[in-house]
């Protein structure tokens, strides 16, 4: 769930291995020295990102094309951020980029847009993600009944166009399609019956 940051809460800078080490299992991020803590989200949020992740990772398993993981977890983005995407996906080719407490670039990175997330979501985190080399970027904001979906073209994101009826594709997950009319059904749909549109057991 794309939430609220609190306030820095680190007194002093501390580095990256420092902050795996005493943030270990907190919804934290790090950037630039300081940790900042990430604020509880809402039930909407929290259904829409547990929807995400195990539709996705569904996909991926019937086919064996990677992992999805959700926070907390961090992803490196840069020298001096670590984030902590709502969802975000890694291919089976690129499963050492896993490590042990953090991970060094995912094939599709979804954040989960709140009110007080918006600036951040397509700001400084859109910009990360790039410069990261993150190849592809969804963000949902279910207030809104919005979708933006990007994909990475000579360093910059470009929008992916998603078609009438609106539908969610990744290059990472060939084949996988979610129509974004689910992710505002209330409740959102449940996976037995994505997989019976997608046809799989």
């Known amino acids: 769930m794309a939430t609220r940051v609190s306030p820095v809460v680190s007194a002093t800078e501390m580095s990256f291995e420092e902050f795996l080490v005493a943030y270990d299992g907190v919804h934290a991020e790090w950037v ?8 509880p989200g809402n039930d909407r949020q929290s259904r829409l990102t547990r929807f995400l992740a195990s539709v996705i990772q569904d996909w991926a398993e019937a086919h064996d094309l990677g992992e999805v993981f959700v926070p907390p977890y961090t992803v490196r983005t840069r020298e001096g951020a670590g984030r902590e995407p709502d969802v975000f996906f890694v291919r089976a080719e690129h499963l050492d980029r ?34 990261a080399g993150i190849p592809e ?9 919005r979708v933006e979906a990007y994909r990475l073209e000579g360093g910059d994101y470009r929008v992916v166009p998603l078609g009438d009826p609106a539908v969610l594709r990744s290059e990472a997950l060939p084949g996988m399609w979610i129509a974004v009319e689910w992710l505002w059904r209330q409740p959102l749909p449940k996976q037995r019956s994505v997989r019976a549109e997608w046809g799989i057991a």
Do not use: C, F, N
Not at 32 to 39: E, N
Not at 137 to 145: A, K
């Open 32 to 39: 630039d020295g300081r940790v900042h803590l990430m604020s």
């Open 137 to 145: 970027y969804w963000l949902i904001d279910p207030e809104r009944s």
């Open 98 to 131: 896993v490590h042990g407490t953090y991970v060094e670039g995912p094939d599709l990175v979804i954040e989960i847009v709140s009110p007080s997330s918006r600036g951040q979501d397509r700001g400084d985190k859109y910009y990360e993600y790039a410069e």
